[in-house]
């Protein structure tokens, strides 16, 4: 018996820019934008707002995506969950959603200021 070829998802949530598997908006980790771009993005905003420099505000957003990684592990022993690793591409998305929230805020400043 064959089994009847899947149609192709050709929608925007299931793009393979970046290779197998990875998806460019999705609900997880293992594509370049999810659910908690939005919570990196608000970072970057509030960070501007209360005052972390932008390079600080780059450090911590890269410093993060360096150790979520074994954040997501001890996580995994302690609750015993399943949970899945970053995709790279994803990390790179974080951090620059960090610097678009900052940038948004540090803009608005600037245009407030000329008024």
């Given amino acids: 018996m064959q089994h009847p070829i899947p149609k192709e998802d050709k929608s925007l949530t ?21 659910p908690y771009s939005l919570v990196h993005f608000s970072y970057g905003y509030f960070a ?20 979520e990684d074994n954040i997501v592990e001890l996580m995994q ?3 015993q969950d399943v949970w899945e690793k970053e995709d790279k591409y994803n990390a790179l998305a974080d951090v620059l959603m960090a ?17």
């Fill in 99 to 115: 610097i678009l929230g900052y940038s948004l805020y540090d803009y608005n400043k600037f245009n407030r200021s000329k008024q």
């Fill in 48 to 67: 501007a707002r209360y005052g972390l420099t932008f390079q600080q505000t780059v450090l911590l957003s890269v410093v993060y995506e360096l150790i």
């Fill in 14 to 34: 299931n793009v393979k820019l970046f290779g197998p598997g990875v998806r460019l908006f999705g609900p997880s980790d293992r594509s370049v934008f999810d």
């Fill in 77 to 79: 022993r302690a609750h």
